[in-house]
T-cell receptor, first 115, second 112 residues
């Protein structure tokens, strides 16, 4: 096991609602990245948090936002849910936020269904 | 053009076969490279990092060719348990942060 835990594991929401997904990073890791994986696709980078600040963002609209806490756990918030937001949301934790690009370890994911 | 491209497969091979996956990337500033394995409806799990000198872990061998911007994974003596999707991952470092770019994955099915 990686030590990265996500909650909830499954979630069903209605279009227009808001959702918060949570991630606890592996002990000793200070960087958390969030990914969206649609069916049949590779994970797409949403954003990364390092030392409680956003440290890079992919091509996702502002209604995707996040937080990182002093214990390095993180939240992903999505407002005004759309049907296309249905996907597996993955959290990855890694040891540094520097340019070394260390290996990332994933949580089991949250499967979000928007109806 | 996608930043990381892989043949989606599926590759159907008999047990004991040798299979090779290829991956190309477009960003020449890419810094580190990985292969991840993803089982159906599960999270990706790190299989191995890929180094310029090539590296081997048991039945798995990874190669990197920076000049051609090409990464490969070779699996020897395939087992039924190797059936999964294999994701090629490239780490780039734009503007003071790093991010992992995933390919869409190559599906492997090992047949008895």
């Amino acid at each position: 096991e990686t030590g990265v835990t996500q909650s909830p594991t499954h979630l069903i929401k209605t279009r227009g609602q808001q959702v918060t997904l949570r991630c606890s990073s592996q002990s000793g890791h200070n960087t958390v990245s969030w990914y969206q994986q649609a069916l049949g696709q590779g994970p797409q980078f949403i954003f990364q948090y390092y030392r409680e600040e956003e440290n890079g963002r992919g091509n996702f609209p502002p209604r995707f936002s996040g937080l990182q806490f002093p214990n390095y756990s993180s939240e992903l918030n999505v407002n005004a849910l759309e049907l296309d937001d249905s996907a597996l949301y993955l959290c990855a934790s890694s040891r540094t936020g520097g340019r070394e690009g260390p290996e990332a370890f994933f949580g089991q994911g949250t499967r979000l269904t928007v109806v | 053009r996608k930043e990381v491209e892989q043949d989606p497969g599926p590759f159907n091979v008999p047990e004991g076969a040798t299979v090779a996956f290829n991956c190309t990337y477009s960003n020449s500033a890419s810094q580190s490279f990985f292969w991840y394995r993803q089982d159906c409806r599960k999270e990706p799990k790190l299989l191995m990092s890929v180094y310029s000198s090539g590296n081997e872990d048991g039945r798995f061998t990874a190669q990197l060719n920076r000049a051609s911007q090409y990464i490969s994974l070779l699996i020897r003596d395939s087992k039924l348990s190797d059936s999964a999707t294999y994701l090629c991952v490239v780490n780039i470092y734009p503007s003071g942060t790093y991010k992992y770019i995933f390919g869409t994955g190559t599906r492997l099915k090992v047949l008895a």
